[in-house]
């Protein structure tokens, strides 16, 4: 029999950590190779961790609702086979193994890191004191680094206001804590506190939330909610990650919105006629949101600074075109998977990879990368019969496009005859862009091409 640990494997880009939201397995129970042992969730991505082998269950060293860092032991099984065979990684010697390479025959089971330390060492870092505050509230490795690296005493730690599961502590409180820290007095345990902090006065700053309004503030508002009927809802943990993200998005960025209205009488006859051909063709479904993706990556490649993220006083020109498309889940909330080179891409691959993407989205089945590298925006109000909207910005992009609804109207058309009054099929198009790399004259003339585009559309195009 071999020992193996079972690792959090990498994410996607840019992420170092993830919420173990449940154990699907217990201590014991005999799995299968690809079976699921858990449920990862990853900003607005949730996923499954398969087993790397089959085996048996024997040590969980995380509890439902911890953050274990990417690379972090989540899990101990033990499998069949000799020492060093195949399904086992474990070293039969701990110290002939830090001499010497592993074979170049010996292979590694994916998600499984090579488990170097005695029963008796695991049991020792396990008992190791700090991973509860003197309350008793759990605190991950994660957020344990942070605080030793800060002086974070046990006691203040107890005084931050989780966020997370059950009120868990989160690398984001503890950076909102940081933040403000010295510029508040240390709060008192609620066991000891005898009477009411006193209002600061105007030359003492007001502690901030992370939603970025005054505490007190805050408070105000939320006591004034409570008046007559009402039921209280808990924010699930996407919608708590979407509010956060959305705050911040208006604190970083200024935002400027600029509107144009598009004759897309041409697209729409087009589309018309052409979508059962797609359809029978290629068995994909034609929508407008594939054209107008498509006519968004052509005017970014025409005006590339608008393809573009902010750091600092330096301006990131992105290379790749990663156009995200808001898409509504079923349970009201919002995520924003990644079309990947879609510059690269024709109407037909557009097309399937958009149709995939919104599908899977709406299944809970998207990889977290899927939702990573985006580098611009497509948000469509006219799904739900809105004619227009101001949206915001993604971060770190610094423009989304809002899409209106089609509606005909009268309209002058100018003929041979003379001017005449036509119906057409008419759409507004608005777009939010960060006032800091993103000027007036740029973000309107940005948003013209891609009306252009939509307006002078080929109507004898061919698929």
Known sequence: MAKVEIVLPSMGEGIVDATLTQWLVSIGDTVEEDQSLAEIATDKVDSELPSPADGVIKELLIKDGDVPKVGETIAIMETEGEENGDASIEPENKEDSKKKEPATEDKEIPGVAQLEESSGEREEQEEKPGSHTPQGRFLSPLVRSIAEQESISMEELDQIRGSGNTGRITKDDVFAYLKNRGTQAQAQPAAVQTKATEKPT???PQPSTSQGAPANVQ??????????????VEMDRMRKLIADHMVQSKRIS?????FVEADVTGLVKWRNRMKKQFMERDNVKLTFTHLFIEAAVKALKDFPMVNVAVDGDKIIVRKDINV?????LPSGN???????NAD??????????????????????LQPDEIQGGTFTITNFGTFGNISGTPIINQPQVAILGVGSIDKKPAVVETDQGDMIAIRHKMILSLAYDHR?????LGGMFLKRIADYLEDFDTERTI
């Open 202 to 204: 105007a030359q003492q």
């Open 254 to 258: 200024p935002h400027v919105t600029s």
């Open 437 to 441: 790399v993103v000027d007036g004259a």
């Open 344 to 365: 690269r891409q024709n109407l037909l691959g557009l097309s399937t990879t958009v149709n995939d993407l919104a599908q899977r989205a709406r299944d809970n089945k």
């Open 219 to 232: 408070n105000s508002f939320a006591k004034q909610a409570y008046n007559g009927n009402y039921e209280v």
């Open 324 to 328: 995200g498309m808001a898409t509504a």
């Open 334 to 340: 919002l995520i924003v998977p990644v079309i990947k």
